[in-house]
């Protein structure tokens, strides 16, 4: 690993950790944009990067801040959804890797784009 290498991963990992606990987003929205431009990744590398990233401890920790931040997070609900987003990304990661990597981009991208609207405009 060369400096400008180091260097970007530095920031890529602290942007997503800064927006992740501040916006609750991380992943998709700051680090595989972020892995294309500065790492030259294609978007399949990129979202298993991301997703090798967001192991437990990671966002534990910022939950758990929360939590002890007097915004209580129902540890019940987390453990259903978290289940079910295991098997969702078991199953979602199956697709992703048999499609093109420049048809994923563009789905990619669409997601991005219906979900700032969805914000932007909502109430």
């Not at 967001?54 to 534990?60: D, E, K, M, R, W």
């Not at 209580?72 to 199953?91: E, L, Q, T």
């Amino acid at each position: 690993m060369n400096l400008t290498i180091i260097l970007s991963l530095l920031v890529i990992g602290l942007l997503a950790g800064i927006f992740s606990g501040f916006m609750g987003v991380g992943g998709g929205v700051v680090m595989i944009p972020l892995m294309m431009m500065f790492l030259n990744y294609d978007q399949h590398e990129a979202q298993g990067l991301s997703l090798a990233v967001l192991a437990v401890p990671v966002t534990f920790v910022a939950a758990y801040t929360y939590h002890t931040g007097g915004h209580p997070v129902n540890w019940k609900y987390a453990i259903v959804i978290a289940v079910c987003f295991v098997i969702g990304g078991w199953v979602g990661s199956k697709f992703a890797v048999k499609i093109d990597q420049a048809v994923l981009k563009k789905i990619f991208a669409v997601v991005l784009v219906i979900a700032a609207v969805k914000l932007f405009f909502g109430k």
